[in-house]
């Protein structure tokens, strides 16, 4: 039977994942949102090649990728979309050479099993910072979303709030390794946002929606989960995009 403590890394995670979710739909980052957490692939293998523990590489892995995304951003001022794209498809390649058969499916799709109390406890305090992030920085969030010379002239520094986020959601997406895998994990981040976004009538709504729908997904899977014995991600996945195209059916009706 599963006990409340095993959902609470996992509901942690997903209330980061629906506040920094929200945060990246607005920015219009929805697909470069999923690109990026795959990153964390060659990471994980190069941890499980040199025996360390695989959520500590693609932390790693994430880290630096998100701070080269950032640097290639502001010095050639590409869009973020399209250099995600870029340093996504190389992450994606290098990972795959150095993984391969039960690792990378456990890399791509979360490894079952309880995290160590070490694990839980950082994974709870990152989770934290990164929900307190997007909660204290919600109000320059939207005015760089709006107009970034706005931004500036309130005294706003856009590039180092741009990489603070960045850096938010690679704990995000490191957050849900275990869980959801590099695969599924920028579903979750994507997916209830999405859904909110088209539900709320306000920002603040949409926010708060994301978050509910992240939490909802997980614990239900979760417990689906265990009750048939098969692995959390898919099935988180598969019931936030239930509620997804739930939700089209439900406003189209009300409109």
């Given amino acids: 039977m599963t006990q409340p403590a095993d959902l609470l890394l996992p509901l942690a995670t997903a209330a980061a994942a629906g506040l920094i979710g929200s945060i990246a739909v607005m ?31 693609g932390l790693v892995a994430l880290l630096l990728g998100t701070v080269l995304v950032w640097a290639l951003e502001h010095k050639t001022r590409i869009p973020t979309e399209a250099i995600v794209g870029v ?44 929900i307190a992030f997007a909660i204290v920085a919600e109000s320059r969030l939207v005015i760089t979303l709006v107009s970034p010379d706005l931004a500036r002239t309130a005294g706003i520094d856009v590039s180092r709030l741009n990489l603070l ?38 920002l603040h709504a949409m926010r708060w929606i994301s978050v509910a729908i992240a939490m909802l997904s997980t614990a239900v899977g979760a417990l689906v989960a265990r009750a048939l014995h098969r692995d959390a991600g898919p099935i988180v996945i598969t019931i936030a995009s239930l509620i997804f195209f739930a939700s089209l059916w439900t406003r189209r009706g009300d409109d």
């Avoid at 340093?87 to 890399?107: K, P, R, Y």
């Avoid at 957050?175 to 976004?197: C, E, H, Q, Y």
Wanted: glycine share 10%; hydrophobic share 60%; net charge positive.
């Fill in 27 to 57: 920015r219009r980052m929805t697909l470069a949102s999923d690109a990026l957490s795959h990153i964390a692939l060659p990471g994980i293998g190069i941890a499980i090649l040199l025996r360390l523990n695989p959520i500590v590489g």
């Fill in 87 to 130: 340093v996504f498809s190389a992450a994606l390649a290098v990972g795959g050479m150095l993984t391969s058969g039960e690792d990378l499916i456990e890399a791509l799709f979360g490894a079952p099993g309880r995290p160590s109390r070490p694990e839980l406890l950082l994974g709870l305090a990152a989770a934290a910072l990164v």
């Fill in 165 to 202: 986020f960045l850096l938010a959601f690679a704990a995000t997406v490191a957050l849900g390794l275990r869980f959801l895998g590099v695969l599924l994990m920028g579903s979750l981040v994507i997916i209830p946002a999405s859904t909110a976004k088209h539900l709320a009538r306000s």
